[in-house]
Protein backbone atom coordinates (compact mmCIF):
# COMPACT_ATOMS: atom_id res chain seq x y z
CA UNK A 1 0.00 0.00 0.00
CA UNK A 2 1.34 3.46 -0.98
CA UNK A 3 1.80 5.92 2.11
CA UNK A 4 2.82 9.42 2.14
CA UNK A 5 3.10 10.93 5.38
CA UNK A 6 3.81 14.79 5.85
CA UNK A 7 4.70 16.48 8.86
CA UNK A 8 6.85 19.59 10.87
CA UNK A 9 4.64 22.32 9.74
CA UNK A 10 4.20 24.52 12.56
CA UNK A 11 3.84 28.61 13.59
CA UNK A 12 6.39 30.62 12.80
CA UNK A 13 7.42 34.36 12.89
CA UNK A 14 7.94 35.94 9.37
CA UNK A 15 12.02 35.50 8.31
CA UNK A 16 12.14 32.03 10.02
CA UNK A 17 12.56 28.67 9.18
CA UNK A 18 10.95 25.33 8.68
CA UNK A 19 11.93 21.69 7.61
CA UNK A 20 9.29 19.89 6.36
CA UNK A 21 9.36 15.44 6.35
CA UNK A 22 7.41 13.28 3.70
CA UNK A 23 8.00 9.96 5.18
CA UNK A 24 7.30 7.04 2.22
CA UNK A 25 6.14 4.01 2.09
CA UNK A 26 4.79 1.04 -0.82
CA UNK A 27 6.95 2.11 -4.17
CA UNK A 28 10.64 2.46 -4.83
CA UNK A 29 11.36 5.53 -4.02
CA UNK A 30 14.07 6.20 -6.31
CA UNK A 31 12.03 5.34 -9.50
CA UNK A 32 8.86 7.87 -9.04
CA UNK A 33 8.34 11.62 -8.58
CA UNK A 34 7.46 13.13 -5.58
CA UNK A 35 5.89 16.27 -5.62
CA UNK A 36 5.45 19.00 -2.60
CA UNK A 37 2.08 21.39 -3.03
CA UNK A 38 0.59 23.68 -0.96
CA UNK A 39 -2.55 24.74 -0.87
CA UNK A 40 -3.72 28.07 1.28
CA UNK A 41 -7.55 28.54 2.63
CA UNK A 42 -9.64 30.09 -0.82
CA UNK A 43 -6.76 29.34 -3.40
CA UNK A 44 -6.13 26.79 -5.64
CA UNK A 45 -3.86 24.02 -5.07
CA UNK A 46 0.06 25.28 -6.22
CA UNK A 47 3.11 23.12 -6.87
CA UNK A 48 5.63 24.12 -4.71
CA UNK A 49 8.57 21.99 -5.48
CA UNK A 50 9.32 18.37 -7.26
CA UNK A 51 12.17 15.80 -7.44
CA UNK A 52 12.32 14.21 -11.02
CA UNK A 53 13.34 10.33 -11.00
CA UNK A 54 16.01 8.90 -12.39
CA UNK A 55 18.00 11.83 -12.67
CA UNK A 56 16.88 13.46 -9.27
CA UNK A 57 16.74 16.75 -10.31
CA UNK A 58 14.64 19.14 -8.56
CA UNK A 59 12.66 22.08 -9.42
CA UNK A 60 10.76 24.97 -7.64
CA UNK A 61 8.38 26.97 -8.06
CA UNK A 62 9.40 30.82 -8.93
CA UNK A 63 7.42 31.73 -5.45
CA UNK A 64 10.37 29.74 -3.24
CA UNK A 65 13.28 29.61 -5.29
CA UNK A 66 15.97 30.78 -3.94
CA UNK A 67 14.15 30.26 -0.29
CA UNK A 68 13.15 26.51 -0.30
CA UNK A 69 15.72 23.55 -0.86
CA UNK A 70 14.25 20.06 -1.10
CA UNK A 71 16.59 17.03 -0.54
CA UNK A 72 15.84 13.19 -0.58
CA UNK A 73 17.09 10.73 1.93
CA UNK A 74 16.64 7.10 0.01
CA UNK A 75 17.94 5.47 3.18
CA UNK A 76 14.53 6.86 4.73
CA UNK A 77 12.36 6.85 1.87
CA UNK A 78 11.31 10.30 3.06
CA UNK A 79 12.16 13.52 1.11
CA UNK A 80 12.40 17.11 3.09
CA UNK A 81 11.41 20.64 2.20
CA UNK A 82 13.63 22.87 4.68
CA UNK A 83 11.75 26.61 3.88
CA UNK A 84 13.55 29.31 4.66
CA UNK A 85 12.79 33.11 4.64
CA UNK A 86 9.10 32.15 5.27
CA UNK A 87 6.88 34.68 4.45
CA UNK A 88 2.99 35.18 5.31
CA UNK A 89 1.93 34.00 1.84
CA UNK A 90 3.22 30.75 2.51
CA UNK A 91 1.07 29.71 4.98
CA UNK A 92 -0.61 26.81 4.11
CA UNK A 93 -1.79 23.16 4.26
CA UNK A 94 1.73 21.11 2.57
CA UNK A 95 1.32 17.70 0.89
CA UNK A 96 3.70 15.40 -0.63
CA UNK A 97 2.55 13.52 -3.95
CA UNK A 98 3.86 11.07 -5.91
CA UNK A 99 2.11 9.46 -9.14
CA UNK A 100 2.61 5.39 -8.83
CA UNK A 101 -0.27 4.47 -11.33
CA UNK A 102 -2.54 6.98 -9.20
CA UNK A 103 -1.84 10.24 -7.57
CA UNK A 104 -1.44 9.52 -4.06
CA UNK A 105 -1.85 12.08 -1.44
CA UNK A 106 0.26 12.39 2.17
CA UNK A 107 -2.11 13.80 5.15
CA UNK A 108 -1.10 17.88 4.64
CA UNK A 109 0.89 19.50 7.53
CA UNK A 110 -0.22 22.85 8.19
CA UNK A 111 2.04 26.05 8.02
CA UNK A 112 1.27 29.22 9.80
CA UNK A 113 3.18 32.45 9.39
CA UNK A 114 2.65 35.33 11.13
CA UNK A 115 3.84 38.69 10.41
Known amino acids: EVQLQASGGGLVQAGGSLRLSCATSGFNFDDYNIDWFRQAPGKEREGVSC????????YYSDSVKGRFAMSSDAAKNTVYLQMNSLKPEDTAVYYCNTLYGMDYWGKGTQVTVSS
Open 51 to 58: IRRPAGNI
